[in-house]
């Protein structure tokens, strides 16, 4: 399942250390493999990027990128080590807060502006404060994130607040009919908003694969369907007032070449977590991380609902395990903010970066590779 050959030197690494998908992973990894691991890093040739940490004060993760008033604002997840065991779950991310990084302009100096919102300060909440995004109508910045309630459940809650950069007050209850990670929130250009979510195996969309909850047991992927349809992102348009779905979510569904949804078993393309939409040349791009191989990968349709079909790779495998990104257009140039393990060397304590992202005259991305040849 796992195609160690893709990965750079550096990144296998990082695999054998901590081996986790972006918001839950793939393997255990026992002390005496961790300690042969370190053992090795001093060989490997050191790794050169395009890029550098957009902050080195904190460990951040999972960059949603958004552009206010003509600045631009970073919704991060904030990495810390709290000596959570690691197992293949992700209960090793075990985030307690957010904070908000703010720029002039990308190449600007990067302000962290604290703590946004708090585990403690949301009241249905049980642990992992995962993936958040962000929006802003009417005067009101909306913080849209996934947490653990207390029956352990992932479900998708919102807090709002004046500020770009908060702090942010929760809303007592999660959104109605909301459950799994990674809620990405488009605005479009007719001023409808649709909330983009979901990530299998330790982000749990397998267990709602029948629309109802099924519990922890089972299969982490997709109940060994490989030869069906593979289980996908859903996404529902918001209310009016922000706060809640106007609709049941629905299938983002991707095709191949041929118009045919993509198999369970197409690890390369097939949908795994970190879902972003955005509108360039009036065609809807839904990007995406296949999760346990490592890619940031795009498709393209024409409404906001899909259907999608599939283009390619946007960036290939990054230092550290995780792949989770945002797109966003600043002053007439496009970005992909993404992160990697540069500072630390390990899956779960993150740094968010960037880089330009290019299109060819047909709309295509131009595929990134974050390590300098």
């Known amino acids: 399942m796992l195609k160690f050959t893709q990965l750079p030197a550096v990144a296998l690494l990082s695999v054998s ?24 890093k001093d060989t490997l040739p050191k790794a050169k990027f395009i890029s550098k940490p957009l902050v080195t004060t904190i460990y951040t993760a999972d960059p949603s990128a ?17 000596g959570t065991p690691e197992n293949d779950n992700g209960d090793h991310f ?4 957010f904070h908000v990084l703010s720029m002039d302009s990308v190449g600007a100096p990067v302000l962290d502006n604290g703590e946004a919102l708090n585990i403690k300060d949301i009241p249905w909440a049980g642990r992992q404060l995962w993936a958040p995004d962000a929006a802003y109508e009417k005067g009101t910045y909306y913080l849209y994130f996934p947490v653990k309630d207390k029956s352990d459940i992932f479900r998708i809650g919102v807090a709002t607040s004046k500020s770009p950069v908060g702090p942010f007050k929760a809303e007592p209850k999660p959104i109605e009919g909301s459950f799994s990670i990674d809620p990405c929130v488009f605005k479009d250009t007719d001023g409808s908003y649709y909330m983009y979510f979901g990530g299998i195996w330790g982000g749990q969309l397998q267990r709602w694969a029948t629309g109802k909850y099924s519990g922890p047991n089972g299969s982490k992927t997709d109940l060994q369907k490989d030869d069906a349809p593979a289980l996908t992102a859903k996404v529902a348009k918001l209310s009016p007032n922000m706060l809640g779905f106007a609709e049941t979510a629905k299938d983002v569904v991707i095709l191949d070449e041929n118009g045919k949804p993509l ?27 296949t999760g346990d191989t490592h890619l940031l990968c795009y498709a393209t349709g024409t409404s906001p609902y899909g259907p999608f079909t599939y283009k390619g790779v946007i960036l290939k495998p990054v230092q550290g395990w995780t792949t989770h990104h945002s797109i966003v257009e600043i002053k007439g140039k496009w970005y992909l903010f993404y992160h990697d393990t540069e500072l630390s060397g390990k899956t779960h304590l993150r740094n968010v970066k960037v880089t330009e992202l290019k299109y060819r005259p047909d709309g295509s991305i131009e595929t990134i590779d974050e390590f300098v040849k």
């Open 17 to 40: 250390l901590l081996s986790a998908a972006c918001q839950g992973g793939a393997g255990n990894t026992t002390a005496a493999n961790k300690d042969s691991a370190e053992a090795k």
């Open 66 to 82: 958004h552009v206010f008033n003509g600045k631009v604002y970073v919704y991060p997840s904030h990495d810390i080590d709290t």
């Open 94 to 97: 075990n985030m307690k807060d």
């Open 263 to 289: 198999l369970g078993k197409d690890h390369d393309r097939r949908f795994f977590e970190g879902s972003w939409m955005y509108k360039y040349n009036n065609k809807y791009y839904f990007t995406y991380s």
